[in-house]
C-alpha cells in the first residue's frame, strides 16, 4: 500500500457566508501526478493556500506525509515545493542570480544546485538575461526550478500552464513527469486545460463550488466513461421518436444544443442512419465521439449544476 502524502478531513475555507472550500476530503499517495480539476472560481487555488498554510482553514484537518500535530506538519511542509499564482522571483536578476539568493535563503550548502535545476529546467543558457526579460514560458520553468531547488518530495502547481504557447505547455509537460519518472516527485498539479491534465496525470480530483464531487484514477475514468454516438438532425424529435418506434431504442440523451447523444449501435451507425433516411429524416452530424476527461468533467458538472 503506498504511503498518503496528503491527506485532508472535512477541510473548509469560509468567506462570509459562502464556503469557497467546502469540507474537502481528499487523499494524494506517493508517486501521484494528481490533477486538480475545476473551472475558475471553484475553489482550486484557495484549497492550495490551505494546504501550504497560506490561508488558515475554518474546519476541518490537514495530513501530511502522515503528521497533523502542528509541530510535526511544519517539518512536513519543508519537504513540499510549490509555484501558487506565479513565482516570486526578482525582475532585475538573472536565473542563476535568482537561485542564489533562494539558495542561501533556504540554507542549501550544496552550490552546484543551482547549475543543476537550471540544466533541469532548460535555462543553462540564459546567461546574463534578466527575469524581467523572459519569455511566460521561461519564467513558469524558473518558477518551478525555485520550487525544487530544495529536492522537494511533493510539488505543488497551480495553473502552471496558463497563458503558454504549445512549446511552451510541452516544456512544462516534460519537466513534470521527469520530476515524477526519475526522481519520484509526487506531483499536485491544478488546472482547467483538461486535455493537458489527461496525458500526465494518473489520479484526479474534481472541485466545483468548493465541493469535491469526484476523486477517481485514470483507470477508473477510462471504465466510467463511454464511447457513443452522436446524432444531429433537422427534427430531433421526430428522429427521437423513430429511434424508439423504429429501433427499439432508449439509451439516449437530448442535449441543450439539439444534438442527441446514443449509447447503441456504436459499432453499426449505418443502422441509425438508414433508419433516419427510411423515416424522411435528414442528417446534419452522425458520428463517433471517444469520451474523454474533457466530455466527463462537463456531464458531471453539468449534473451538479442541475
Known sequence: MRENILETAALSKKFG????????????QKGDIYGFIGKNGAGKTTF?????????KNGGDVSLFGSTHPKDIHQARKRIGAVIEGPSLYPNM????NLNYYLLQKGIPDKNRINEVLEFVGLENTGRKKYRNFSMGMKQRLGIGLAILHHPDFLILDEPINGLDPMGIIEIRNIILKLNKTYGTTVFISSHILTELALIANRYGIINNGRLVKELSKEELESESRRYLVLKTLNKEAAVQHLESFLELYQYEVHSDGSIR???YIDEPEKISQAMFDAGIIITELKVVEANLEEYFIDLIGGEQK
Open 17 to 28: 457566508d459562502n464556503y469557497a472550500v467546502d469540507h474537502v476530503n481528499m487523499t494524494v
Open 48 to 56: 492550495i493556500r490551505l494546504i501550504t498554510e497560506l490561508m488558515y
Open 94 to 97: 538573472t536565473a542563476h542570480q
Open 262 to 264: 446514443i449509447f447503441e
